[in-house]
């Protein structure tokens, strides 16, 4: 019989997807008078005195046994003469090509002679029955044989399991996951080896040094690196797999497979020293080390057989001097590349009284090979840094080269030449003197000239006070424009005022803000402004608050936002250069006031000369009737968040000459491809209010959705928990600086001081924003956008905090704890309640206090709700709102009644409902090939060994039976 860890690479290979994961290739070099007859005899003695090699897999209705097999001469002798390249050739392909573990051979030789007295020996060794120790045992043999040496018959292997004991069962169930989800530079972890490429870490004496510094072994400050650098690219958890040899004495002489891949799991603190650090991980590793001679996956039932445990691994491994073979130079090359990667990132150590042999091994298709580069510089600096002092903290360690460092700073955010200090109305205003008699606004019937809409925002800034809040409440008209400019012209900061919005919180903005007065209706634009000279003598400066903007806040109240006359010019010039926006542009004046995005709409066009043609309140949502306005007007410039967008589309709105511009929340792959189709150049724009509107824009191409570059400028960076700088492919904090930045929160020092803080990689003085959002650099110098790393959410482009929500749930008299989640894009209220409530009282109480889009649309009353281990609601365990399912009882037929047979007989039970998990009701991996053999014998059919970690149910068999019997 084969033992667990060998069952477990059979079931892989049997799936199809282990590439040539599992080859072990060794290369020796042979140089000299060779006696190819001695060596060839040298290589049978091998197999024969190691019986293993020698066999292949059969099944059996039990299991699987290796048994012995006819193994075909173990040398196949090439001849390749002075053709190195080919050599080459033949070796890769060699080493890649499959084995057949039913009919064997397990191991295979090439012996390819390249000149008379210089020849190449090829050994690939199937890991199912070898390893790393095996080919020095290998070698040492082999040297041997061909010195002369008699090979003694060795006793049996033992491939037996160690009995699972109840401690090693606890150990392991603490430590493995089914996968580690580890943010690293790979965009994905397929599920089938590639083929991958390597690269020489050149560890030098560092190594040694920097262990004996740190009180270490190589191995485990090989392994502390690999953690430290997993936790600096943003994992709070790392799972490292190693593998140990469970060799005794015993075995100390045999081939065959003695190791076990285990996890190496921490969590390491920031504050630690690398020196504490490492010394947790070795006290770690002594525990692990009493339990492996049992593979995690035996010892915790139901795991899918994985070709890899995490996303990184390191295999370490010491070995003696080169034997030598008699007359001849044989150079071992201890560390051949099978060009397999299983999982992302895989360390390779040889360690040689010689030599150290140390690669990083990767996947290209997952990681870029600069991506690659960049992690070996990282892993560089990291172990430089514990060398000069291991008392260095593990967030102080240095990641980054200086290469990378200018990248970041400088190439990826270009020193742009800076805009002149102008204001937004000596903008227009150049316009206005330009062309007087354009067009600037459409609304309706209503047409105003530049020289009209000028005059009319003068006489109404003459009726404004510099310095003021003014409320804007107005229908959608021509006046909306003229009332934004006029404001703007005063020196009064606008506060736009969505129309539908709850008194109670209309009262509170108004209050909080300290707004003068209230623009609510049709302006009153007869009287002769009065203190016209005086405003102008006063004179409006860059510094100047332009307008607050309210957004949700955690806490439980909304926030304004203050931003400057200084940061609106600048974005508006920026956004102007970047679009290359001319006089001729016509844009659409869709957006709601109350998102600072409809400032681009409506004030863009008129810096350029252009035309803004407002969407009066009936057509906003009217798909169709928009499509027209569009039309009718020759609009060339739109802009809408993602479900803006929807209601276009479904009102059959397609014009490959428009521009589109899409942003306010993630742009949905999907979204952008249909887009690509219906519009002509389209462009994702991200930014959060406290950045001025837009920060970063992306020209989007098929397949492919980020956020873009920084605006002209803007400059941004990804950072970690600590303000550095997380290297490319790394999520991170995105933080924004440079001209957009506002000023404050609007009387929340604490608050402003919080997110706005100092940027030490700009310019003396200069701020940055922190934005909440998780992003990352991808390699070419676009940021793309992962999601947010606290509670705020997005729905239809509104911006909403959950624990707003959540405060005003605990307002309602009978709600004693509250939470709220966004799942499948709607607001689920989850309420621990004194007394039953129902979802209608619920509902009404926040509608009374919340716009529209911050009320949950599902409630869930609960006994109490989910805690994490610190105290805190833990969102993730909250149940999802119920849906409703049938239990009803089951009558096996068919299939169904045989597989429930089967399964009743191997498991000794007596009543399984078809949902049930095999692994729950104690089935294990052997008990699969029973079922598996069973059901082929009964029904024909061999089902796919993964069905029983897909769904390893009753349910799950009868499905894939009938798929199989459909494909056969
Ligand atoms: P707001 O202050 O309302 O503009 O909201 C800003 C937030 O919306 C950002 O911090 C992001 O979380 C999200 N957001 C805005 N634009 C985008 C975009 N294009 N892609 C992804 N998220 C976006
Ligand atoms: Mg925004």
Request: aromatic share 6%.
């Amino acid at each position: 019989m084969i033992n667990a860890t060998q069952h477990a690479i059979w079931i892989l290979e049997q799936s199809g997807r282990a590439g040539s994961a599992y080859h072990l290739p060794m290369r020796i070099a042979l140089r000299g008078p060779l006696d190819v007859h001695r060596f060839l005899a040298a290589c049978r003695s091998v197999v024969a005195r190691h019986r293993l090699l020698g066999c292949a897999i059969v099944e059996h209705r039990d299991g699987l046994a290796l048994v012995p097999a006819m193994v075909p001469p173990p040398v196949t002798h090439l001849d390749l003469s002075n053709r190195p390249n080919q050599a080459d050739r033949a070796v890769r392909h060699e080493i890649l090509r499959g084995f057949d573990l039913r009919t064997g051979p397990l191991i295979r030789f090439t012996l390819i002679t390249l000149g008379p007295s210089d020849h190449l020996l090829l050994v690939v060794a199937h890991h199912i029955v070898f390893d790393g120790h095996s080919k020095d045992v290998l070698v040492c043999d082999l040297a041997a044989a061909y010195n002369g040496d008699e090979l003694s018959a060795l006793s049996e292997p033992d491939l037996a399991n160690s009995p699972v004991t109840a401690a090693a069962a606890e150990f392991w169930q603490a430590r493995v996951r089914e996968s580690y989800d580890m943010a690293l530079p790979a965009l994905t972890w397929p599920d089938v080896v590639g083929l991958g490429e390597e690269l020489a870490l050149e560890l030098g004496g560092d190594l040694a040094a920097a262990a004996d510094a740190a009180g270490t072994t190589r191995f485990e400050l090989l392994l502390g690196l690999l953690h430290v650098l997993a936790f600096r690219y943003g994992n709070a958890e790392v799972a490292v797999a190693v593998d140990l040899s469970t060799r005794t004495s015993e075995s100390e002489n045999h081939i065959g497979l003695y190791v076990n891949e285990v996890p190496v799991v921490s969590q390491p603190a920031p504050e630690l020293t690398f020196q504490e650090f490492a010394q947790h991980l070795r006290a770690e590793l002594r525990e692990i080390y009493r339990f492996r001679d049992i593979p995690p996956a035996r010892a915790v039932g139901g795991l899918k057989p994985q070709l890899a445990l995490c996303p990184i691994s390191l295999s370490y491994r010491k070995r003696g001097a080169s034997p030598r073979f008699a007359g001849l130079e044989a150079e071992v090359d201890w560390a051949t590349f099978n060009h397999a990667a299983r999982n992302p990132l895989h360390v390779q150590v040889v360690d040689g009284p010689d030599r150290l042999e140390a690669v990083l091994r990767f996947n290209p298709g997952v990681i870029g090979s600069d991506d690659a580069k960049r992690l070996v510089g990282h892993l560089r600096s990291l172990l430089r840094a514990c060398r000069a002092n291991p008392q260095t903290r593990l967030n102080a360690l240095p990641l980054l080269s200086d290469e990378e460092r200018d990248l970041l700073l400088a190439r990826w955010n270009p020193p742009t030449e800076p805009y002149p200090e102008l204001t937004v109305p000596s903008l227009i205003e150049e316009q206005v003197r330009r062309t007087p008699d354009a067009v600037a606004v459409v609304a309706g019937d209503v047409r105003l000239t530049y020289a009209e809409l000028n005059a009319r925002a003068e006489h109404l800034a003459g009726g404004l006070r510099r310095g003021t809040v003014i409320g804007l409440r107005l229908p959608r008209t021509a006046d909306v424009v003229v009332a934004m400019l006029g404001a703007l012209k005063a020196g009064a900061a606008y506060l736009p005022l969505e129309p539908g919005l709850p008194r109670e919180r209309a009262e509170f903005i108004l209050a909080d803000s300290g707004a003068a007065a209230v623009l609510t209706s049709s302006l009153a634009l007869d009287s002769q402004p009065p203190n016209l000279a005086d405003r102008r003598a006063q004179g409006l400066r860059p510094g100047d608050p332009a307008y607050l903007l309210y957004t949700s806040g955690s806490t439980g109240r909304p926030k304004g936002v203050v931003v400057g006359h200084r940061q609106l010019a600048g974005f508006l010039m920026a956004m102007r250069d970047r679009l290359g926006c001319s006089s001729s542009d016509v844009w659409l004046g869709l957006t709601s006031l109350s998102f600072d995005i409809s400032m681009v709409e409506l004030l863009l066009p008129l810096i350029c000369g252009a035309r803004v043609v407002i969407v009066p309140d009936e057509v906003r949502t009217n798909g169709p009737a928009l499509a027209k306005l569009v039309q009718d007007n020759g609009v060339t410039h739109i802009q809408a968040t993602p479900s803006g967008w929807r209601v276009l589309l479904d009102g059959g709105f397609s014009d490959p000459s428009v521009v589109a511009i899409c942003g306010g929340e993630a742009l949905a792959p999907a979204l952008a491809d249909e887009l690509l189709q219906c519009t002509g150049t389209l462009f994702n724009a991200y930014g959060p209010t406290e950045t001025t509107i837009w920060s970063t824009v992306a020209e989007m191409r098929p397949g492919r959705v980020t956020i873009g570059r920084p605006l002209p400028g803007t400059r941004v960076y990804v950072l970690d928990e600590g303000g550095g700088l997380v290297p490319v492919g790394v999520p991170g904090e995105l933080c924004i600086a440079g001209i957009g930045v506002a000023d404050r929160y609007h009387e929340r020092p604490a608050l402003t001081a919080e997110r706005f803080t100092p940027d030490p990689n700009g310019p003396p003085g200069s701020r940055l924003y922190r934005t909440g959002d998780r992003v990352r650099w991808t390699p070419d110098g676009e940021l793309e956008f992962l999601g947010r790393t606290d509670c705020q959410v997005k729905i239809r482009g509104h911006r909403v905090e959950l624990g707003e929500i959540e405060s005003r749930l605990l307002d309602h008299a009978a709600v004693r704890h509250a939470a709220v989640d966004l799942r499948s894009d709607v607001l689920v209220a989850y309420c621990v309640t004194a007394q039953p409530v129902d979802d209608t009282d619920l509902r009404m109480h926040l509608s009374a206090l919340l716009p529209e889009p911050m009320v949950p649309g599902v409630y869930v009353l609960l006994d109490e709700l989910p805690l994490t281990p610190n105290g805190k609601i833990d969102r993730r365990g909250l149940p999802d709102p119920p849906t409703t399912r049938d239990l009803g009882p089951v009558e096996y037929t068919g299939v169904a009644a045989v597989v429930f047979a089967i399964w009743c007989d191997l498991l000794g039970l007596d009543d399984i409902r078809p949902d049930e998990s095999l692994f729950t009701l104690g089935g294990h991996s052997l008990t699969i090939m029973q079922i598996a053999s069973r059901l082929r014998d009964a029904l024909g059919v061999d089902i796919p060994i993964d069905v029983f970690f897909d769904d390893p149910t009753i349910n799950g068999m009868v499905q894939a039976v009938s798929h199989t019997q459909a494909a056969g």
